[in-house]
């Protein structure tokens, strides 16, 4: 009995040892935020609960009212001459498209260029095995001599024939018979003359030239191998790229005026890299296509580049900008100005009490960032770009310098910095008091056990 009396009493000292070591690891390790919110609310009535909302109403973000100024970014409408342009994405294509085929049969000797490489017009690329045509081209030629040296006897023959005929030594038959064999062999001869051409002709196919300035392609028959004519595959695949034409689609409803505008003069196009920080290319609209797409409803253009820097490829999509017109004395400011409300695009501008007004505008056509105003706005006149989603109508505003806000920014960033590396220094040095204290505790709750 008594036995078991010590045991129960051991068992009770180990479970409250167990029971403190986990209460101070608890509270050790509890957030921050908990034990200095708890106070704040227990000591804190209806009063402070209603502050504490409005508190979160403001963090939350909304539109502020009252003194309280909203700082803002603002622009000023300016009266320019803009371009009106239609945008669109357009494809790079050859100027012309060479596909290089073999008209005889033969052996490929030589390829004359490098894969690549700029050939210019009348420049040779191929060379086929020429001497079976080389022995066709010989053969001609001997027939050609042979029936010429029958026609010459055949001719003088007739001439002697047509003596005898006047003096009735021979009969009238006997001269047409021989002046008929001499026609013949003078047709003869004139068909030995255009197998020499056809021979000579065909020969020349063996040579194979370039027709036209551009750049070859990859070699697609290497030399060596067997070329026949009408072949599927070519040789290779010459692309002219100066100059170089671009495609392109605009919606048919822009169909007339893009026809006055060409009408009237010349109409420029350029051409835009996004991932090129040089000059665009410029360029002429040359062809209007003749019938409008079904499908899409859109119109196919084709301008003209010069290309001469070669910075055009082939298959390349790039954006196109046809200039229609200019045009002048327009109201512009920055798109971001814009917003769009229930009744429209609206924009907010500041009064010289510093107080906005919410104003609808009407916008036209939108330009490398800029829009013009068509109605609403007046030159001269300041209007938000940044900070909008914190005004309303008559909120008054504090105008900020861009050098400004990026250096407060900055500065919010760096001490927002300093404050986590500070809070995540104190919590690592709180986790490690916390071990330590287990580690004490453990140590001592063996000590006494086994004093026990």
Not at 158 to 163: H, I, P, T, V
Not at 370 to 381: D, H, N, P, Y
Not at 386 to 412: C, H, M, W, Y
Request: proline letters at 4%.
């Amino acid at each position: 009995m008594k036995r078991t009396f010590w045991i129960v009493a051991l068992l009770v000292v180990i479970g409250g040892f167990a029971g403190i070591q986990q209460f101070q690891s608890w509270s050790l390790n509890k957030p921050a935020g908990e034990t200095a919110t708890a106070p704040s609310d227990s000591a804190s009535g209806p009063g402070a609960a209603r502050g504490g909302a409005g508190q979160g109403r403001a963090a939350g973000g909304g539109r502020r009212g009252g003194g309280e100024s909203v700082p803002v970014l603002v622009a000023t409408a300016v009266q320019k001459s803009v371009p009106v342009q239609l945008r669109a994405v357009g494809n790079v294509e050859p100027f012309n498209t060479v596909s290089v085929k073999s008209q005889v049969t033969g052996v490929l000797q030589k390829a004359h260029f490098k894969e690549g490489q700029d050939v210019k017009k009348d420049q040779l690329l191929f060379t086929i095995d020429p001497r079976p045509l080389e022995a066709a081209l010989k053969q001609a030629d001997a027939n050609l001599v042979r029936d010429s040296a029958q026609l010459r006897n055949m001719r003088e023959q007739a001439r002697r024939y047509a003596e005898l005929v006047e003096k009735q030594y021979v009969s009238r038959e006997q001269y047409d018979q021989i002046k008929a064999n001499a026609d013949a062999a003078e047709a003869v001869v004139d068909s030995d003359k255009a197998a020499v051409d056809n021979a000579k002709v065909q020969l020349s196919y063996c040579y194979i030239y370039s027709p036209v300035n551009g750049q070859v392609g990859s070699l697609l028959v290497n030399e060596g191998n067997l070329v026949r004519v009408n072949d599927g595959a070519p040789l290779v695949v010459i692309n002219q790229l100066t100059p170089i034409n671009v495609t392109f689609a605009v919606p048919e409803q822009n169909l007339a005026d893009v026809k006055r505008h060409m009408a009237a003069s010349r109409l420029t196009v350029q051409a835009n890299f996004p991932s090129d920080e040089g000059q665009p290319e410029r360029g002429w609209l040359s062809f209007i296509d003749n019938t409008v797409d079904r499908a899409t409803g859109t119109i196919k253009l084709k301008a003209v580049f010069d290309n001469q820097g070669k910075r055009l490829w082939p298959g390349q999509f790039i954006n196109i900008a046809l200039l229609l017109s200019t045009q002048g004395e327009a109201i512009v400011v920055p798109s971001e100005a814009i917003q769009v409300g229930p009744n429209g695009q609206q924009v907010f501008v500041v009064k010289e009490d510093k107080q906005v007004e919410l104003r609808p505008v009407t916008v036209g056509q939108t330009n490398e960032g800029e829009s013009v105003i068509s109605k609403g706005l007046a030159a001269g006149e300041q209007v938000v770009r940044e900070g909008q989603f914190l005004l309303g109508p008559g909120s008054r505003v504090d105008i900020k310098e861009p050098t400004k806000v990026a250096e407060e920014s900055n500065g919010e960033g760096r001490r927002s910095r300093r404050g986590r590396a500070k809070a995540e220094g104190e919590t690592k040095s709180v986790s490690k008091v916390g071990e330590g204290k287990r580690e004490e505790g453990k140590a001592r709750g063996k000590s006494e056990a086994r004093g026990t």
